[in-house]
């Protein structure tokens, strides 16, 4: 599925806008140093105000195919909050809402499965604490 062609900046604040062109950088940045896995790494920000809301990537798009108007806005319920013709992933939006709701202080939450990060977590006793820096936290 490729990104939609229509544009929602006139739909959306210079603020909303510029988190989209933002975010959407970042998925790019992710997919050019190799940090993607194919679709299920996730990026959220969250945008101002009061009401929780945040931008998460789309279901089924690559993130070198990523763009500012194909982010989907959700709620803390995962209720699309303006027109897309994608899905989230419930497995991203469950871990993003629950950092997003409780930590307010944080605009944006990165979760990559890296090839490093997996070939860690696949060993018996993963990251041992045997240099100074595994053991910074």
């Known amino acids: 599925m490729n990104a939609p062609q229509v544009s929602l900046r006139s739909q959306v604040s210079a603020e909303e806008w510029q988190m989209r062109v933002d975010l959407a950088a970042c998925y790019r940045a992710i997919a ?4 993607d ?3 299920f790494t996730h990026v959220s920000a969250r ?3 009061p009401e929780h809301h945040f ?3 789309p279901y089924g798009l ?9 982010l989907v806005k959700v709620d803390m319920s995962c209720r ?7 899905q989230v992933n419930p497995a991203g ?10 930590r307010p202080d944080v605009v944006c939450v990165l979760h990559t499965h890296t090839r490093a990060g997996v070939a860690v977590s696949a060993q018996k006793h993963g990251l041992l604490p045997i240099s100074q820096q595994a053991t910074v936290r």
């Open 32 to 35: 050019m140093f190799g940090w």
């Open 37 to 39: 896995d194919l679709i």
């Open 47 to 49: 945008l101002p105000g």
């Open 55 to 57: 931008l998460i990537n």
């Open 62 to 70: 690559m993130f070198e195919e990523m763009t500012a108007s194909s």
């Open 80 to 86: 699309p909050l303006s027109p897309s013709p994608y």
């Open 93 to 102: 939006f469950v871990i993003h809402s629950a950092i997003h709701e409780v």
